[in-house]
């Protein structure tokens, strides 16, 4: 079926929630078509934890905040835009309050800013512990109530079309009838998230698999800093406990991680002990686990507050651990490090601008200069209200250049249905397990390359099975997966020293120069 919108927005985050609602105030007359894969809270906005940061008392300023930014950043985040979205903070951030977020306020009706790794101030705006659930059920309920906004569920994106570097659109499965459609629309917008299920441990949901990604990529979009994917320190650790993150803001209230003989560890490795940046807390927990062999350690934040404390400042983390048997306000909590954030991605200006015109990244997919070699804590979210306001602006400002232009329907040729799904979920944990031990959190000139040559023979199979077997979700997903983690160990090669997130034991020190790494389809 032909298709034909003013806008298309690919993902129901807080990126295409907010742009939606921005394009639906500044386009009233104009139709906007929202698709995400799964149902609209299936994203990873919804588990996010920890808040958003925003400059809000008047011991803390913009200077300080970029400062911190630039610091995780390690010599790669661009100050110009660093600036500009922290700047903005207050306004964004207000908005989402008069939509419906009721962020946390302590007993003097004050807000109760939080602290995280790597900031040096209190200023993380938060709902409890369940910041990112609340903010994305308010835009949900905002967005559903607009007549110019369409929104279709299980819809997932297969390709985009893209000729002579101009986007007119995508082709989209709709997953309950197995059609394609061929989308057609202005701009195509791109606000997928990252691509956390590259690893076996990840605290993102099942559907991040890279997509957005790996269609620009596959479209001629240059990608940038792909290395550079952050892990989250504490990850629940238990066979059943699927993806579960234990916020950062639990170690800002004095959790302190032990090793599982009760020592405390961290203050061997940096002057800010269990608030040092998510990078060498991760590599601390790695060290100590390959150092002793354990399969986890602990973070304990029972010793340190008065249950009361606790399950009112984090009853999302106590309830679920109540499920497997913690109880956090009397024991520790077992944690890994998991695959949380890409900081790299589509190379795109912070309005979501891309090389390819008509096509724009926004959010985690993208690759704006932000967060550098490494994302600072709960500065996420923030970046996704600011590029999904700063996208609809630029939209607004080239209304007159905007036009749209059908393309042609989904060639079937001879694929016929698959009946080797096996295929799919074997290829799948491979890669996963292959990512998560060579391209991990420590990494080796020789784990990298064997990494490569395995991914080689994947995408192999993959492409076959994808020209000679009818599409589906599993199969989309999986050879995105598949060629987004090629990205990775590519840009990771290129990388000959160790900066941000990206640690290679071979190359343990930071060059001088900074550079960014960039990867481009050969044509």
Same mark, same amino acid.
């Given at each position: 079926m032909k298709i034909k919108t003013d806008f298309l927005i690919i993902g129901s985050g807080i990126s295409g929630l907010s742009l939606a609602l921005n394009l639906s105030k500044l386009f009233p007359e104009e139709k906007i078509f929202l698709i995400t894969k799964e149902s609209l809270h299936h994203s990873s906005t919804y588990f996010a934890q920890g808040g958003i940061a925003c400059v809000s008392?008047?011991?803390?300023?913009?200077?300080?905040?970029?400062?911190?930014?630039?610091?995780?950043?390690?010599?790669?985040?661009?100050?110009?835009?660093?600036?500009?979205?922290?700047?903005?903070?207050?306004?964004?951030?207000?908005?989402?309050?008069?939509?419906?977020?009721?962020?946390?306020?302590?007993?003097?009706?004050?807000?109760?800013?939080?602290?995280?790794?790597?900031?040096?101030?209190?200023?993380?705006?938060?709902?409890?512990?369940?910041?990112?659930?609340s903010i994305e059920d308010t835009l949900i309920r905002n967005v559903e109530k607009l007549n110019n906004i369409e929104i279709k569920e299980k819809w997932c994106a297969v390709n985009l079309y893209v000729k002579n570097l101009k986007c007119y659109g995508a082709y989209v499965l709709e997953q309950e009838t197995e059609e394609i459609h061929n989308i057609a629309a202005k701009a195509t917008v791109l606000a997928t998230g990252g691509a956390g299920k590259i690893y076996l441990y990840t605290t993102n949901p099942d559907i991040i698999s890279g997509d957005g990604i790996a269609m620009a990529y596959r479209a001629g979009a240059m990608i940038s800093n792909m290395e550079f994917y952050q892990f989250h320190p504490t990850c629940l650790y238990h066979p059943y406990a699927k993806s579960f993150l234990i916020s950062e803001a639990m170690r800002g209230e004095g959790a302190i991680l032990k090793d599982v003989r009760g020592s405390e560890f961290m203050k061997n490795y940096h002057p800010q002990k269990?608030?040092?940046?998510?990078?060498?807390v991760s590599r601390a927990i790695d060290a100590e686990l390959k150092k002793s062999g354990d399969d986890y350690v602990y973070l304990d934040i029972s010793s340190y507050k008065n249950s009361d404390f606790i399950t009112s400042h984090f009853p999302g983390i106590y309830e679920k651990c109540l499920e497997f048997n913690i109880d956090i306000t009397k024991e520790p909590i077992p944690v890994v490090p998991a695959a949380h954030y890409c900081c790299g991605g589509v190379m795109a200006g912070i309005d979501g601008i891309t090389e390819i015109k008509n096509l724009y990244v926004i959010g985690e997919a993208a690759c704006t200069g932000f967060h550098g070699a490494n994302r600072l804590?709960?500065?996420?979210?923030?970046?996704?209200?600011?590029?999904? @306001?700063?996208?609809? !602006?630029? +939209?607004? &400002?080239? /209304?007159?250049?905007?036009?749209?232009?059908?393309?042609?329907?989904?060639?079937?040729?001879?694929?016929?249905?698959?009946?080797?799904?096996?295929?799919?979920?074997?290829?799948?944990?491979?890669?996963?397990?292959?990512?998560?031990?060579f391209v991990g959190i420590v990494r080796s000139d020789m784990r990298l390359k064997r990494a490569l040559k395995r991914m080689n023979i994947f995408s192999e199979e993959?492409?076959?099975?994808?020209?000679? @077997?009818?599409?589906? !979700?599993? +199969?989309? &997903?999986? /050879?995105?997966?598949?060629?987004?983690?090629?990205?990775?160990?590519?840009?990771?090669?290129?990388?000959?020293?160790?900066?941000?997130?990206?640690?290679?034991?071979?190359h343990p020190k930071k060059r001088d120069l900074a550079r960014n790494s960039y990867i481009k389809r050969p044509w």
């Open positions: 008392n008047s011991g803390d300023n913009f200077e300080k905040h970029i400062k911190d930014t630039l610091l995780a950043g390690d010599g790669l985040s661009n100050e110009k835009i660093v600036r500009t979205i922290t700047t903005q903070a207050p306004k964004r951030i207000d908005e989402l309050i008069e939509l419906g977020v009721k962020f946390t306020r302590n007993k003097n009706g004050e807000y109760d800013l939080g602290k995280e790794g790597g900031h040096s101030e209190r200023r993380i705006l938060h709902v409890n512990d369940q910041t990112g659930q269990d608030l040092a940046p998510r990078d060498i804590a709960s500065n996420s979210l923030l970046e996704g209200i600011v590029s999904a @306001y700063e996208c609809a !602006k630029y +939209l607004l &400002e080239q /209304r007159s250049n905007l036009k749209i232009k059908q393309f042609s329907e989904w060639e079937i040729g001879n694929a016929v249905p698959s009946t080797e799904a096996v295929v799919i979920t074997q290829n799948w944990d491979e890669i996963r397990t292959v990512m998560q031990n993959i492409d076959y099975y994808y020209w000679n @077997y009818k599409v589906d !979700k599993n +199969l989309i &997903e999986l /050879r995105n997966l598949s060629m987004v983690a090629e990205l990775l160990i590519r840009c990771a090669l290129s990388r000959k020293e160790s900066r941000g997130t990206h640690f290679n034991e071979n």
